[in-house]
């Protein structure tokens, strides 16, 4: 068993685990990339080239990389890891018994790395194998022949959003939309049984309350931020509070309201870490941000609430601060909106001071460098076209500890909000 632990945005990284994309994105048309959250189609082999050179990007800076598919891959080597798979996508009761008979034939014959293929790009009417003499009955008559017998994830490139490592434990989340719910079942067969994973305890669970990981920022260690909105419940993050309280990950929670439109669907949407006390930060936003402090009960006792305060205010007073400096978005209000939009504020910490970030977000970058911030830029083309970033597009399983890392680089202020 590997050790995995994370708690903190910014300490440096050590492995990651990102997700290649695949034959999934080539499932995107016109006519379903809506339900499938994408806002354009992308052009499959450049989205792979842009995402082959974000990984090196990372390998070149030290970082492991796992690819999500190959760990599916070793992970379906497991017969009850096949087997619970397998009957999670036959449960859809769009398919019926008939075609749920021919789809579990079609399944079983599978090898590890067909089925991990299948279980990420999804199944079309067309490539399901039938037989003359096992029908596929109504429902299959019924459908047109490019409809999904079962349906592609081409979301799982955000790897950020179905778990995310809180400390020693792996948080696997309960996604709100339908395109993505499936996403954490791979991840979660993942942690349950291949073998590099062995012995993980969970900080949360697929089926509790709606939770996705963009939301989560790792502030501190014990601090952690929760965004409120789209996708995360109020009862999602009440959830988090309990299950990381009673396992001892942490000790407040900041619960951060933010708008629920496309644009600021998660919390690193308009918020990431780029060292211990610094925050790239969305301005449009930034001063209406607020926060409620959940802290946890002593003795069982509930959790306490209170604020809201502003957020900036009441983050920097958990995390112990007398002040979080703080980095805009863009250098007006339409270039923030403009590279807001285009993910310029979901950067990738690697350590403090060093972070990923797309590169035609030019002015985002500048502003990042002229505050002592390192950029590794990378291309986004493609790959933002499911409007996600390098933080979205990764989930750290191990960072070091931030101790020695969190004083202010000589010669900087370490308060100085810069706007
Ligand atoms: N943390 C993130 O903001 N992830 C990006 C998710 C994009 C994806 N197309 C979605 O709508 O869920």
């Keep these: 068993m590997v050790s995995h632990y994370v708690d903190s945005e910014v300490g440096r990284l050590g492995t990651v685990m990102l997700h290649r994309p695949g034959p999934e994105l080539a499932r995107l048309t016109p006519r379903n990339s809506g339900s499938l959250l994408f806002d354009a189609i992308p052009w499959v082999s450049r989205a792979q080239e842009e995402h082959d050179a974000f990984a090196a990007a990372l390998r070149e800076r030290g970082v492991e990389v796992l690819h999500l598919a190959e760990l599916l891959t070793e992970t379906l080597a497991s017969d009850d890891a096949r087997g619970e798979l397998t009957e999670q996508v036959l449960r859809s009761p769009r398919l019926g018994d008939q075609l749920r008979a021919r789809v579990a034939d079609h399944l079983a014959y599978l090898d590890p790395a067909t089925l991990a293929s299948v279980l990420i790009a999804g199944l ?216 807001q939009w285009d993910d310029g504020n979901n950067t990738l910490a690697l350590a403090p001071r060093l972070c990923v970030s797309y590169e035609r977000n030019t002015e985002t970058n500048a502003q990042l460098e002229r505050a002592g911030i390192e950029v590794v830029p990378i291309a986004g083309s493609e790959l933002g076209s499911g409007r996600g970033g390098p933080r979205c597009m990764s989930c750290p399983l191990l960072r070091a500890p931030l101790a020695g890392e969190t004083e202010p680089a000589e010669g900087r202020g370490r308060v100085t909000a810069l706007s």
């Design 124 to 339: 079309a009417h067309e490539e399901l194998r039938i037989s003359r003499e096992r029908p596929g009955g109504l429902v299959y008559q019924l459908m047109d022949r490019h409809d999904f017998v079962i349906d592609p994830l081409p979301n799982l490139l955000f790897t950020r959003d179905s778990s995310v490592w809180i400390g020693g434990r792996a948080a696997v989340t309960s996604l709100a939309m339908p395109a993505r719910r499936r996403e954490s079942t791979l991840t979660d067969a993942i942690y349950r049984h291949h073998p590099r994973f062995a012995g993980t305890e969970f900080a949360y669970r697929p089926g509790m309350e709606h939770l996705e990981g963009g939301d989560v920022l790792l502030l501190a260690p014990g601090v952690l931020a929760v965004g409120v909105g789209e996708r995360t419940t109020p009862a999602g993050a009440e959830r988090l509070a309990r299950q990381v309280f009673a396992a001892d990950l942490a000790h407040t929670i900041l619960v951060v309201p933010i708008a629920q439109e496309r644009a600021t669907m998660h919390l690193d949407t308009v918020c990431t870490m780029v060292d211990a006390d610094t925050v790239l930060m969305y301005p449009n936003i930034a001063s209406a941000l607020v926060a409620y402090t959940v802290i946890a009960g002593t003795d069982g006792d509930d959790p306490r609430v209170e604020g809201p305060a502003p957020f900036l205010r009441a983050a920097a007073d958990a995390m112990n601060l007398d002040q979080l400096r703080v980095i805009d978005t863009g250098l007006d209000p339409v270039t923030a909106e403009r590279e």
